[in-house]
């Protein structure tokens, strides 16, 4: 009887090791946060300023932080920007003032986007790398990712335009493609019961650190809807009747972060408004492989 007794007392405590080594942590009402990010150095997409998050975190875990600020399951309704604060960007200083009448835009052309060209595009990466991450590491990466994007045998529809100073470093960059996206700019996948067209989307929007404060932001999203209402317009214009049917171009699409004030105070100057937000998994670069850490998005579209 003893052993009896004893056996069940050592089943009883292995299934207490269970639970408490597998069952437990996914269980906890815990919230997991980044640690304090400083102010990021750039205007870019992300905020995330050289913080490399938290890799294969729980299913559970990634759901509950981010009903920390939405409690959609997939995607939620668009809400009012609301009044996000005055616009950061003050009137420029006349050393700024003197800098930003030296930088010239331009969209790369064939040669720059090359894999095997003049490395413009490995400059444009490493600029996006700093700009998001704070840093360089992981910029193999990025242009990798971006080759994918932009090069001319990629495929896609897509262009970069940069903002350059008189020896052609690249200060300020941002992309844009025609991609299969929803009424609200999201992919089919999110939200499966729109009608998914090739719709303009904005991306990889960053200005250096020294050229901030001079407009630069700005002035590269509008050249993005002047490209849209001239060159795609004209494209599709050019198209049969049938064809044109696949593509939208009323409205430029993107997203941000919530928690990245200084953006959205940008899009938000320059017309855009929220069409929807997201709980998704930003991809952060590393030396040699990328970490997701969960976000909120919200998905910006300005009427052209």
Same mark, same amino acid.
């Given at each position: 009887?003893?052993?009896?007794?004893?056996?069940?007392?050592? @089943?009883?405590?292995?299934?207490?090791?269970?639970?408490?080594?597998?069952?437990?942590?996914?269980?906890?009402?815990?919230?997991?946060?980044?640690?304090?990010?400083?102010?990021?150095?750039?205007?870019?997409?992300?905020?995330?300023?050289?913080?490399?998050?938290?890799?294969?975190?729980?299913?559970?875990?990634?759901?509950?932080?981010?009903?920390?600020?939405?409690?959609?399951?997939?995607?939620?309704?668009?809400?009012?920007?609301?009044?996000?604060?005055?616009?950061?960007? #003050?009137?420029?200083?006349? =050393?700024?003032?003197?800098?930003?009448?030296?930088?010239?835009?331009?969209?790369?052309? *064939?040669?720059?986007?090359?894999? #095997?060209?003049?490395?413009?595009?490995? $400059?444009?990466?490493?600029? /996006?790398? !700093?700009?998001?991450?704070?840093?360089?590491?992981? $910029?193999?990466?990025?242009?990798?990712?971006? $080759?994918?994007?932009?090069?001319?045998?990629?495929?896609?529809?897509? =262009?970069?335009?940069? $903002?350059? %100073?008189?020896?052609?470093?690249?200060?300020?960059? =941002? #992309?844009?493609?025609?991609?299969?996206?929803?009424?609200?700019?999201?992919?089919?996948?999110?939200? +499966?019961?729109?009608?998914?067209?090739? !719709? +303009? &989307?904005?991306?990889?929007?960053?200005?250096?650190?020294? *050229?901030?404060?001079?407009?630069? @932001?700005?002035?590269?999203?509008?050249? /993005?809807? %002047?490209?849209?209402?001239?060159?795609?317009?004209?494209?599709?214009?050019?198209?049969?009747?049938?064809?044109?049917?696949?593509?939208?171009?009323?409205?430029?699409?993107?997203? =941000?972060?919530?928690?990245?004030?200084?953006?959205?105070?940008?899009?938000?100057?320059?017309? &855009?408004?929220?069409?929807?937000?997201?709980?998704?998994?930003?991809?952060?670069?590393?030396?040699?492989? &990328?970490?997701?850490?969960?976000?909120?998005?919200? &998905?910006?579209?300005?009427?052209?």
């Amino acid at each position: 009887a003893r052993r009896v007794r004893g056996g069940a007392g050592a @089943g009883l405590s292995l299934l207490h090791l269970v639970c408490f080594l597998f069952i437990l942590p996914h269980a906890l009402p815990f919230t997991l946060s980044p640690p304090s990010l400083t102010a990021p150095s750039t205007l870019s997409i992300s905020r995330l300023n050289g913080f490399h998050g938290r890799n294969n975190l729980p299913a559970r875990s990634r759901a509950r932080i981010c009903s920390n600020i939405c409690s959609a399951a997939r995607w939620s309704p668009a809400q009012s920007l609301g009044k996000l604060g005055e616009l950061l960007v #003050g009137k420029p200083t006349e =050393v700024e003032e003197l800098k930003r009448n030296e930088v010239t835009f331009r969209n790369l052309d *064939y040669l720059d986007l090359s894999t #095997g060209g003049n490395g413009k595009l490995q $400059a444009v990466a490493a600029l /996006c790398t !700093r700009g998001m991450f704070g840093s360089e590491v992981g $910029a193999l990466w990025v242009y990798q990712n971006f $080759a994918a994007k932009y090069a001319p045998d990629a495929g896609r529809k897509s =262009v970069i335009i940069v $903002a350059e %100073t008189p020896d052609q470093t690249v200060v300020g960059c =941002v #992309g844009m493609e025609l991609m299969l996206l929803s009424e609200r700019g999201m992919s089919w996948w999110n939200d +499966p019961s729109s009608v998914t067209k090739l !719709r +303009p &989307y904005v991306s990889d929007l960053v200005v250096d650190s020294d *050229y901030q404060r001079m407009g630069l @932001g700005q002035q590269l999203l509008q050249r /993005c809807e %002047t490209f849209v209402q001239t060159e795609w317009a004209d494209e599709v214009d050019a198209m049969k009747p049938l064809e044109r049917l696949d593509y939208a171009l009323d409205k430029v699409f993107l997203k =941000v972060s919530l928690d990245n004030t200084k953006a959205m105070n940008l899009y938000k100057k320059m017309g &855009y408004r929220e069409c929807a937000r997201a709980p998704e998994e930003l991809l952060i670069p590393t030396h040699d492989h &990328y970490i997701e850490w969960p976000v909120l998005n919200l &998905y910006l579209c300005k009427q052209l």
